[in-house]
Antibody, heavy 131, light 108 residues
């Protein structure tokens, strides 16, 4: 059974970098039909997709966050990470890591019909951004 | 605000049926598969439906999904107290993965 576990600091200071890691057990991050993503939920708000990456290094970002976000994957440690630079109070949220199944990675950029869904999720971690 | 619009709330008595709509456009629902997620506050979101109408592993057939044109729907029949949660539709829109605005389902 695949398990994902988020880890990171309990508190981030405004203007600093928010860093989170998702450790994957019970499965490998190296699989052609999987994307590994981050989703967040700010207090009182809905779910917001942040970004996803493939083990090949291909990355896909929410345009509203792209300038501040970096994803990376460590295949030797079977984990992937998120960095959000210049954090503000608006970045305060519960952050979830998740695995997505995708039938054809090329469809994300080719305009074809995208068959993609997040089938496994971590429990989430609350990251307050506050001084 | 999301490009996928859902009613903010829905409620029904136990045993009844509730339907949640998800309205989009040709650039999202009209051209891609839709998935549905159940989110109980404090827990991890759970995949219910993928590829518009396919049940995720272990999901009760009381849940069903459908899609027509630029709209999708999730129906829950035989409503139970444990179905009380937030429900989100989701799909891709021009390189952006979007979740719907979310619908809070209350079991009366």
């Amino acid at each position: 059974q695949l398990q994902l576990q988020e880890s990171g600091p309990g508190l981030v200071q405004p203007s600093e970098t928010l860093s989170l890691t998702c450790s994957v057990s019970g499965g490998s991050v190296i699989y052609s039909r999987h994307l590994w993503g981050w989703i967040r939920q700010a207090p009182g708000k809905g779910l917001e997709w942040i970004a996803s990456l493939h083990s090949t290094g291909a990355t896909y970002y929410n345009p509203s966050l792209k300038s501040r976000v970096t994803l990376s994957v460590d295949t030797s440690e079977n984990r992937f990470s998120l960095k959000v630079r210049s954090a503000t109070a608006a970045d305060t949220a519960v952050y979830y890591c998740a695995r997505a199944v995708i039938s054809d990675l090329s469809t994300i950029t080719s305009g074809g019909i995208i068959d993609h869904f997040f089938d496994q999720w971590g429990q989430g971690t609350l990251v307050p951004v506050s001084s | 605000q999301s490009v996928l619009t859902q009613p903010p709330s829905a409620s029904e008595a136990p045993g009844q049926r509730v339907t949640i709509s998800c309205s989009g456009s040709s650039s999202n629902i009209g051209n891609n598969f839709v998935s549905w997620y159940q989110h109980v506050p404090g827990a991890a979101p759970k995949l219910l439906i993928y590829r518009n109408d396919q049940w995720a592993s272990g999901v009760s057939d009381r849940f069903s999904g459908s899609k027509s044109g630029t709209s999708a729907s999730l129906a829950i029949r035989g409503l139970r107290p444990e179905d009380e949660a937030d429900y989100y539709c989701a799909t891709w829109d021009d390189g952006l993965y979007v979740f719907g605005t979310g619908t809070k389902v209350t079991v009366l």
